[in-house]
C-alpha cells in the first residue's frame, strides 16, 4: 500500500491483489484510518463489518453506520461495475432476491424444473456473466 501508516495498522488480504489495490484508494485509507478496532470482509456482494467496541448509545450505531456508509460511498465505481453481479431472471420476469425467501424458492423451482443440460448453460452463462 502507499500510505506506510494505512500498512503499518492495516493487513489487506484478497484472492486478487488487483482488486484489493483498486478498492484502497487515498480517501478510502484516509478514512478506514480513523478507527483501529474495525475489520471487513468483502465476498461478493456482502460486506460485513466488525468493531471490536460496543455499541454503547444510539449515536454510536448512527456513527458507525454513517462510516459505513461512507465506506460503501467510497468504493471506486470502476470497481462496483467489475465485481456486479448480475442476478438471473425468475419466471415472472422478478429478478432472484437471495435474502427473500420466496425468491429463493422461485430460483430453486425454476433450476429443479431443468434438465440437467439447461442447468449446466445456466451455470455456464452466469459465471461468465460475472
Known amino acids: 500500500m502507499a500510505n506506510d501508516a494505512f500498512a503499518r495498522t492495516f493487513r ?11 478498492m484502497m484508494s ?15 470482509a468483502i465476498t461478493g456482494t456482502t460486506l460485513v463489518c466488525v ?9 454510536d450505531v448512527r456513527s458507525r ?8 460511498e467510497l468504493i471506486p465505481s470502476s470497481v ?4 456486479a453481479v448480475a442476478m438471473p431472471t425468475l419466471p415472472g420476469g422478478s429478478m432472484l432476491d437471495p435474502d427473500d425467501p420466496a425468491s429463493a424458492q422461485r430460483f430453486h423451482a425454476m433450476l429443479a424444473a431443468m434438465t440437467p443440460e439447461q442447468r449446466e448453460q ?3 452463462e452466469f459465471r461468465r456473466e460475472r
Open 122 to 124: 445456466f451455470r455456464r
Open 51 to 59: 468493531c471490536k467496541q460496543p455499541f454503547r448509545t444510539v449515536d
Open 80 to 83: 462496483r461495475q467489475q465485481r
Open 65 to 72: 453506520v454513517a462510516q459505513l456508509q461512507r465506506f460503501v
Open 26 to 40: 487515498t480517501p478510502m485509507m484516509q478514512l478506514l484510518m480513523t478507527r483501529d478496532d474495525w475489520a471487513f
Open 12 to 22: 489487506v488480504q484478497a484472492t486478487d491483489a488487483q482488486y484489493a489495490t483498486s
